[in-house]
């Protein structure tokens, strides 16, 4: 197979001269024939004034561009979509699959031999490595690390695990508008992803426990030196997999990689979001995320890292203290050490390196665990046919078992407009219920299963209630709070069936969530019921989503992405 420049030619119907026009073109950023006979290294650029988490992608790429060149390769920079979490209407969710389509084809449409994926930002690295998987080209990802912790008075501060505590706060009258304003300039104070547990953390973790990133790369702060260094060494390494044409992420990417990445999951209480996207990552291979075997892993693994939102670290604070590494080197046989990474060491080998740390008490050790499950407990019952999650690692165990009264909001807008209302019906020990807030019904599976405690009852001191829906949540979230309701409301899950004033049963021990409603009831709500209540779009890519997008249990990827791609 042709490779470097020769690869992938643009079809004109006679190759010899689609190489001589696209040589004649690239002398014209004057590349030497030398140059143009290496093998090539792609470098995706995620770079954007939207994205400040990417901030430091620039120095990242020459760093990268460095190490490639070192070893001897050509490095080759190329753009493609950036999501910032923040910066993303109507959810970064809802743009993940088409992020993942530009780089597949990217990677696919233009000549390179090895590729390096650069992201972080929450829903990057899981469409970097969706893409990279499909496309199957020798890949190394490199994330660009957390942000630094802030400091007010006298406090650290984590985006956004403290975003939402001191907002909560606000609301509550805790805090007044001068200290919420100093606040808002203290929560970020570098460029980086969140520094907390959130979903880039969890995803860079389970990437590097995977094997497709360099040891410790998940953990290094995003301004510091070694995070350039570590690119650098990335670089060399991608340009060593162009010249070899390997290992492919499907190389990689075995049953046990995934495993790995499961326990890792577990291990670090990390965010939900992080089992919909190695769910859908798995999707593009020959192996499934079973959510029973997940919950089944988490009964069996311990929480060792102690890392907001559940714990009282941050992500810099986890690197000093031996990062990934280490973490595996602590969950011994829970971890399958034969599997390989992209340097060709195996995990044995990678935790053998792993830095004995005295006195750190951020990585635990399995005999003294921060908690002695997983972080995250799987739930079906009547109310989750196709299955829920719940992060009980983030959740007051007075609420992981409750049966409580439904106060149900039909979409975002019915609960932005009615959850602060002083006359709205509600009590401490009601169960808060959205829906339509699912893949489709959005559309985009929106972050807002963390719905506000309700302005009254925030502001008599109640800090958390049992919260219900069909959404996602951010990973840097916390409170009792069940999600990824599946079968979505809008499709006919029997979500859309509860009325307020029912009764719902949580039973996070015995992974269960019910309606305590009879099923001649059910059935009779059932009839009344359209089959679906989420609006087709007419045209573009929101159309393109509304028709393919798949359940919380297939990850949300578009069915014709999937490897086995659309079903008939
Ligand atoms: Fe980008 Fe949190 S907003 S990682």
């Given at each position: 197979m042709a490779d470097g420049l020769r690869k992938g030619l643009t079809?004109?119907?006679?190759?010899g001269f689609s190489l001589f026009l696209r040589k004649a073109f690239i002398k014209a950023m004057g590349y030497s024939d030398d140059a143009l006979d290496r093998p090539i290294v792609g470098i995706t650029n995620t770079h954007s004034d939207y994205n400040p988490c990417h901030g430091n992608a620039p120095q990242i790429i020459e760093a990268v561009k460095r190490g490639v060149m070192l070893a001897g390769a050509m490095p080759m920079v190329f753009p493609t979509i950036s999501i910032a979490e923040s910066f993303a209407h109507p959810t970064s969710m809802y743009l993940r699959n088409l992020m993942a389509m530009d780089t597949e084809e990217m990677i696919r449409a233009q000549p390179m031999d090895a590729v390096v994926v650069i992201g972080g930002c929450d829903k990057t690295l899981p469409a970097q490595v969706m893409a990279a998987v499909s496309a199957d080209l020798p890949t190394v990802v490199i994330p660009v690390g957390p942000m630094v912790v802030g400091h007010h008075k006298g406090e650290v501060l984590g985006a956004c695990t403290d975003c939402r505590r001191l907002w909560a706060k606000y609301r509550a009258g805790e805090i007044d508008d001068a200290e919420i304003e100093a606040v808002n300039g203290r929560l970020a104070p570098s460029v980086g992803t969140c520094m907390v547990m959130g979903t880039a953390s969890t995803m860079a973790c389970m990437i590097e426990a995977m094997g497709l990133s360099l040891p410790m790369s998940a953990t290094i702060p995003a301004p510091h030196a070694e995070r350039f260094r570590s690119a650098e060494a990335s670089g060399r390494v991608a340009a060593a997999m162009a010249k070899a044409k390997g290992p492919r992420p499907s190389e990689i990417l075995t049953p046990a990689a995934f495993r790995n990445a499961q326990v890792v999951l577990q291990a670090i209480g990390g965010s939900t979001n992080g089992l919909i996207h190695l769910t859908a990552i798995a999707g593009r291979v020959p192996h499934r995320i079973d959510l029973d075997d997940f919950d089944a892993i988490g009964r069996k693994v311990p929480v060792l890292v102690d890392l907001k939102p559940s714990g009282a670290h941050y992500m810099e604070h986890f690197h000093h203290a031996g990062g990934v590494p280490k973490l595996m080197a602590q969950l011994g046989d829970l971890i399958e050490l034969d599997a390989s990474t992209v340097t060709g060491a195996t995990l044995r080998e990678v935790v053998a390196q792993a830095e004995d740390v005295p006195g750190q008490d951020v990585i635990r050790s399995r005999d003294n665990p921060i908690r002695c499950e997983g972080g995250l407990a799987v739930l079906h019952g009547n109310l989750a046919p196709r299955g829920a999650l719940i992060k009980h690692a983030a959740a007051s165990p007075g609420l992981l078992q409750h049966t409580g009264r439904a106060v149900v909001f039909e979409t975002l807008e019915d609960m932005a407009r009615r959850i602060d209302d002083p006359d709205l019906d509600v009590a401490a020990d009601d169960v808060l219920v959205l829906r339509n807030a699912g893949p489709k019904g959005a559309p985009g599976m929106p972050e807002a299963g963390y719905l506000p405690i309700p302005l009254k009852l925030a502001r008599a001191g109640v800090k958390d209630m049992v919260r219900i829906s069909d959404a996602r949540m951010s990973g840097t979230a916390f409170g009792t709070i069940v999600l990824h309701i599946t079968p979505e409301s809008a499709e006919g899950g029997p979500l859309a069936l509860v009325?307020?004033?029912?009764?719902?049963?949580?039973?996070?021990?015995?992974?269960?969530?019910?309606?305590?409603?009879d099923d001649a009831e059910l059935?009779?709500?059932?009839?009344?019921?359209?089959?679906t209540t989420a609006i087709r779009p007419a045209r573009g890519y929101a159309q393109l989503f509304h028709d393919a997008v798949l359940q919380a249990d297939e990850g949300c990827d578009f069915d014709f992405l999937t490897a086995a791609g659309r079903r008939a």
């Amino acid at each position: 197979m042709a490779d470097g420049l020769r690869k992938g030619l643009t079809a004109y119907g006679d190759s010899g001269f689609s190489l001589f026009l696209r040589k004649a073109f690239i002398k014209a950023m004057g590349y030497s024939d030398d140059a143009l006979d290496r093998p090539i290294v792609g470098i995706t650029n995620t770079h954007s004034d939207y994205n400040p988490c990417h901030g430091n992608a620039p120095q990242i790429i020459e760093a990268v561009k460095r190490g490639v060149m070192l070893a001897g390769a050509m490095p080759m920079v190329f753009p493609t979509i950036s999501i910032a979490e923040s910066f993303a209407h109507p959810t970064s969710m809802y743009l993940r699959n088409l992020m993942a389509m530009d780089t597949e084809e990217m990677i696919r449409a233009q000549p390179m031999d090895a590729v390096v994926v650069i992201g972080g930002c929450d829903k990057t690295l899981p469409a970097q490595v969706m893409a990279a998987v499909s496309a199957d080209l020798p890949t190394v990802v490199i994330p660009v690390g957390p942000m630094v912790v802030g400091h007010h008075k006298g406090e650290v501060l984590g985006a956004c695990t403290d975003c939402r505590r001191l907002w909560a706060k606000y609301r509550a009258g805790e805090i007044d508008d001068a200290e919420i304003e100093a606040v808002n300039g203290r929560l970020a104070p570098s460029v980086g992803t969140c520094m907390v547990m959130g979903t880039a953390s969890t995803m860079a973790c389970m990437i590097e426990a995977m094997g497709l990133s360099l040891p410790m790369s998940a953990t290094i702060p995003a301004p510091h030196a070694e995070r350039f260094r570590s690119a650098e060494a990335s670089g060399r390494v991608a340009a060593a997999m162009a010249k070899a044409k390997g290992p492919r992420p499907s190389e990689i990417l075995t049953p046990a990689a995934f495993r790995n990445a499961q326990v890792v999951l577990q291990a670090i209480g990390g965010s939900t979001n992080g089992l919909i996207h190695l769910t859908a990552i798995a999707g593009r291979v020959p192996h499934r995320i079973d959510l029973d075997d997940f919950d089944a892993i988490g009964r069996k693994v311990p929480v060792l890292v102690d890392l907001k939102p559940s714990g009282a670290h941050y992500m810099e604070h986890f690197h000093h203290a031996g990062g990934v590494p280490k973490l595996m080197a602590q969950l011994g046989d829970l971890i399958e050490l034969d599997a390989s990474t992209v340097t060709g060491a195996t995990l044995r080998e990678v935790v053998a390196q792993a830095e004995d740390v005295p006195g750190q008490d951020v990585i635990r050790s399995r005999d003294n665990p921060i908690r002695c499950e997983g972080g995250l407990a799987v739930l079906h019952g009547n109310l989750a046919p196709r299955g829920a999650l719940i992060k009980h690692a983030a959740a007051s165990p007075g609420l992981l078992q409750h049966t409580g009264r439904a106060v149900v909001f039909e979409t975002l807008e019915d609960m932005a407009r009615r959850i602060d209302d002083p006359d709205l019906d509600v009590a401490a020990d009601d169960v808060l219920v959205l829906r339509n807030a699912g893949p489709k019904g959005a559309p985009g599976m929106p972050e807002a299963g963390y719905l506000p405690i309700p302005l009254k009852l925030a502001r008599a001191g109640v800090k958390d209630m049992v919260r219900i829906s069909d959404a996602r949540m951010s990973g840097t979230a916390f409170g009792t709070i069940v999600l990824h309701i599946t079968p979505e409301s809008a499709e006919g899950g029997p979500l859309a069936l509860v009325q307020t004033g029912d009764r719902i049963a949580l039973d996070v021990a015995a992974r269960r969530i019910d309606l305590l409603v009879d099923d001649a009831e059910l059935t009779r709500r059932r009839t009344a019921l359209p089959a679906t209540t989420a609006i087709r779009p007419a045209r573009g890519y929101a159309q393109l989503f509304h028709d393919a997008v798949l359940q919380a249990d297939e990850g949300c990827d578009f069915d014709f992405l999937t490897a086995a791609g659309r079903r008939a």
